[in-house]
């Protein structure tokens, strides 16, 4: 049934698609150029799929690899180009290739640096969505993976072979936030000439220590890992609302394998992500040190709380590793870890006490302004170290940038919920 409204949109004369069209073509090709000399506080924002070549001469000599040209969005631009210099600076790097994520950065390396047949070591306290990699993905390309503790040098000795092509470290490790001793590590790995040593430095920012620069040979040279990844997602963006992660060397000939593995799996970043995190870079340092200085604040609370069977922080004398932190580090970023055991609280307990804290909101990741919480299960999350085949639940906390009393306010209340 037709309403007297449809009867009058149907009777609407058609417009004339051809003298619509006359302009078109004068807006797409303008030729206006605005005046050069515009000079801004932040690079600008360049978004392309398609770059346009001057002639077939410049599409043959087409250069990418080395920057010195424009190819194809996917294989630069100029707003992409000005991060990953910007972000082998802050990591002491030489190059630097952009992914969608932290993880995507994890799974470019083992994809570029590993074939069938060949095994990588993981440390036990690794990221864990990057053990899940090997598990889930390269274990079915006939690459291996194992596990060793990182809070031991010889355990990776042990478990180097010929086949190793690959050892991942993290500092500090996820979650539980063992510093490790990375100088021992590499002196491990670089006994190994085919074995490549890469770094999640996520935790450090390239801030808290400088990871190309760890150990140095009795001849005076300067060492440090091979490669390190990024999860920009965190410190770098600042914002809790992008995700992207970075890939940083110092060696060509490894930044070429992996720049060739990164273009054919058509790895890219938006622009505008690009841009927050260019965005985020200038103020990283003072937020940076602004998570530090609230967390060891909330750190020093926190073992004074008798609830607290233990407190997770590499600048606290009693956490693991603390040593090799003290002689690595400037920092120490912005995560605490407590540990709260069976015998003392219940799960129930604990999850009442997380669900009492206000302020810190329950959520993944961590490096913004918000603080968050969350809690793991103790059970089977440690193979080595003093927190293999404990029971109960382990807290982490991610401080963000609200006024330190204020946080520690909101904890005090909800360890009153987790006692009541
Ligand atoms: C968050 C994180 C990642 C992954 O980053 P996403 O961008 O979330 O994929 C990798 N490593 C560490 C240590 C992280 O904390």
Redesign the pocket.
Known sequence: MSTPANASLSSLPTGDPARLNDVATALIHHPYQPPGGFETVQPGVHKASTVIFENTAALKTRQWKDKSGYTYGLHGTPTTFTLEERLATLEGGLQTLLVP??????ALVDMALLRSGDEVLIPDNA?G??KDFARGELAHWGITHRVYNPQDPASLAAQITERTKLVWL?AAG?VTLEFPDLAGLLAVTRAHPQVVSVL?N??GAGLAFDAFRLGQTPEGEAFGVDVT?H????YPSGGGDV???AVVTRDATLHHRMKMTHMRLGLGVGANDAELVLRGLPSLAVRYAAHDASTRQIAKWLIERTEISQVLHPALPDSPGHAHWSQTCRAAGGLVSMVFEAQHFTQDRVEAFVDALKLFKIG???GGPLSLVMPYELQGMRQYGPLAGKQGTLVRLAIGLERVEDLIADLDQALRVLRA
């Open positions: 994520s932290g993880l995507a950065a994890i990221y969505p990057g993290e996820s999640d996520t935790w990844i999860a920009l997602t965190k995700l992207m992660g993944y990741s961590w």
